[in-house]
Structures are given as C-alpha cells and as structure tokens.
C-alpha cells in the first residue's frame, strides 16, 4: 500500500509559479514511475507530466511543456511539480499517482495509487 499527500497548491496569478510536491509513504515510492494529472471542473482528468523511476527521463503535456518541470527525490520519497508562466487555463485540482501499469504514461488507468489532489487557482 502507497500512501500520497500533495501540498503546495494556492492562489496565484497569470505568470506567477508554484511548486507542487508529493510525499509517498510506503518503500516502493523509489520503484516505480510517477505521474501528475490534473481535473478541471466538469472535466475530465488529464495527463500533465510523468518521470521514470531513476528521474532520467520525463514527458509532458503539450500544454504545459517549456512550463512546467517534473522532478524526484528518491532519498525523500517525495516528486515535484515546478509550474512556472501559469495561466488561468492550468486551475484544476493536480493529483500525483504512483504507476504500476504498462498502457502507457499518459493514460490514468495506468496508475494504482493516488494522492488526495490539491487545488491550483490562476487568476487573469
């Protein structure tokens, strides 16, 4: 069993950064890649940036490259979410996911376990 609990989340404006991080608790956190989603309202979940296990390699979202960085420190269990040049467009509430499956990183059935999420709010 993974437990995950992101904070870092707020209120900020256009252009403003934010920093997301994702505490795993739990050994395996260091075995598997790890991905962030994000749900607007009265939308559906989507992919936002994933990381292999070692941190050696990183996908993002169209929408969010150049933008946004995904990071990992396997030592503290934790993944991050450096968001910077937000814009209105990037509010929803962000959930990290710990993957075990083998669809694909960008789909969220590939992933087992997930965080609580965290609310991001970018005003124009």
């Known amino acids: 069993q993974v437990q995950l609990v992101e904070t870092g989340g707020g209120l900020v404006q256009a252009g403003d950064s934010l920093r997301l991080s994702c505490a795993a608790s739990?050994?395996?956190?260091?075995?598997?890649?790890m991905g962030w989603f994000r749900q607007a309202p009265g939308k559906a979940r989507e992919f936002v940036a994933h990381i292999i296990v070692n941190g050696g390699l990183t996908d993002y979202a169209d929408s969010v490259k150049g933008r946004f960085t995904i990071s990992r420190d396997n030592a503290k269990n934790t993944v991050y979410l450096q968001m910077n040049s937000l814009k209105p467009e990037d509010t929803g509430v962000y959930y990290c996911?710990?993957?075990?499956?083998?669809?694909?990183?960008?789909?969220?059935?590939?992933?087992?376990?997930w965080g609580q999420g965290n609310q991001v709010t970018v005003t124009s």
């Open positions: 996911a710990s993957r075990r499956g083998t669809y694909g990183p960008t789909s969220p059935h590939d992933y087992t376990y």
């Open positions: 739990g050994r395996s956190f260091s075995s598997y890649p």
